[in-house]
């Protein structure tokens, strides 16, 4: 059964504090991993897809990495706008073209 | 262009009765998901429509649910006798192409509330 795990469950940083969320992940043959944002009300927002170990992506203040077990979403220099929960999922070869998510990390950036 | 819609954002129900959720997806797009969160929970999925092949439904949690796909775009989600625990976001998503490397694209939600 593929699972994700997201830490922590919950941030907070300060303006320009920059840090990194974290993204666990047991899969029968990764097809790719997927970030997404989520505002309060708001259906998830894709941000990025990786597809293979040493794969990294970049937009604006965000980076996301992948490895063999987990994926990193680094922050540099957040801003308050960046608030927002952090979903991450897994699409495995084995499971079709379903995802299976974390249950998130709600960061908050204070000004 | 547009996103993906659905429809109502809202919606209360009292126990036992049934409801339909409707998502229009991207246009173009030929995939089609439906996924449920729960608070406090992640994404949980439900079924996915692929073109004209038999949808994968093995995300539905009981025969309570359905969901249809008409024409290849509008797709309804219906649960039948509503249960308390049936209350949840109703998430629709869509994809241009099933597997290969295709981001799926969320609509806005049905917040379901049963009473």
């Known amino acids: 059964e593929d699972q994700v795990t997201q830490s922590p469950e919950a941030l907070r940083l300060q303006e320009g504090e920059s840090s990194s969320l974290n993204c666990s992940y047991t899969?029968?043959?990764?097809?790719?991993l997927f970030w997404y944002r989520q505002d309060p009300g708001k259906g998830p927002e894709f941000l990025f897809t990786?597809?293979?170990a040493g794969e990294e992506k970049e937009k604006e203040r965000l980076k996301a990495t992948l490895t063999k077990k987990e994926s990193f979403l680094h922050i540099t220099a957040p801003k308050p706008e960046d608030s927002a929960t952090y979903l991450c999922a897994v699409q495995a070869y084995t499971s079709g073209s379903r995802l299976t998510f974390g249950e998130g990390t709600q960061l908050t950036v204070n000004p | 262009g547009a996103g993906v819609s659905q429809s109502p954002s809202n919606k209360v129900t009292e126990k036992g009765k049934d409801v339909e959720l409707r998502c229009d997806p991207i246009?173009?797009?030929?995939?089609l998901y439906w996924y449920r969160q729960s608070l406090g929970q992640g994404l949980e999925f439900l079924i996915y429509f692929q073109g004209n092949s038999a949808p994968d439904k093995s995300g539905l949690p009981s025969d309570r649910f359905s969901a249809e796909r008409t024409g290849g775009s509008v797709s309804t989600l219906t649960i039948q006798r509503t249960q308390q625990e049936d209350s949840a976001v109703y998430l629709c998503?869509?994809?241009?192409?099933?597997?290969?490397?295709?981001?799926?694209?969320f609509g806005p939600g049905t917040r379901l509330t049963v009473l």
């Open positions: 998503a869509s994809s241009f192409q099933a597997g290969g490397y295709n981001e799926q694209f």
């Open positions: 990786l597809y293979s």
């Open positions: 246009s173009g797009h030929t995939a």
């Open positions: 899969v029968s043959g990764l097809r790719g």
